[in-house]
């Protein structure tokens, strides 16, 4: 390619589309936790005190057409900046999910979900995805459905997962 283009040698890849890359000997660890640190400033959370899980297991998210309202627009933009995050952070996409769900009329309950998963975030930001150096490479598919067992509006719900396959793990 040097033939064809001028290259020069930037030194070993660190930080790629907002993703931090630390490359070893053995595999290639994938992280945000600048990104999370961003966003926890962003939204004015730095200083709350950390989840240690994603979801209260005692409160259900339900519509809650009886709740206080909450600003659609700081709403959506905590959600999409959580939804980028899931690019290397798979142990969020569950919960994130949960929330995105109550975007058109969110109330003050929907938003405690969100911030719980900001306070979750600041206890653990520095996970992400290790890809170590001798996985395979294969194409993988996953696929889950559930007929109406979401008890919020009983829709049916579907999810496939494709990807080429990288052993990865989430830590």
Known sequence: MKDKFQM???GELTFFLGLQVKQKKDGIFISQDKYV????RKFGLTEEKSASTLIDAEKTL????DGED??????????GSLM???SSRPDIMFAVCACVRFQVTPKVS???????????LKGKPCLGLWY??????????YSDSDYAGVSLDRKNWRMSIPWMQ???LAV
Request: net charge positive; hydrophobic share 45%.
């Open 70 to 79: 909450v600003d659609v627009h700081t709403y959506r933009s905590m959600i």
């Open 132 to 141: 170590p150096k001798d996985s395979p490479f294969d194409l993988v598919a």
């Open 62 to 65: 339900l519509k809650d057409s």
């Open 37 to 40: 640190a961003k966003i926890l």
């Open 84 to 86: 980028y995050l899931t």
């Open 110 to 120: 929907h938003l405690n979900a969100v911030k719980r998963i900001f306070r979750y």
């Open 166 to 168: 990288i052993d990865f």
């Open 8 to 10: 020069s040698s930037m």
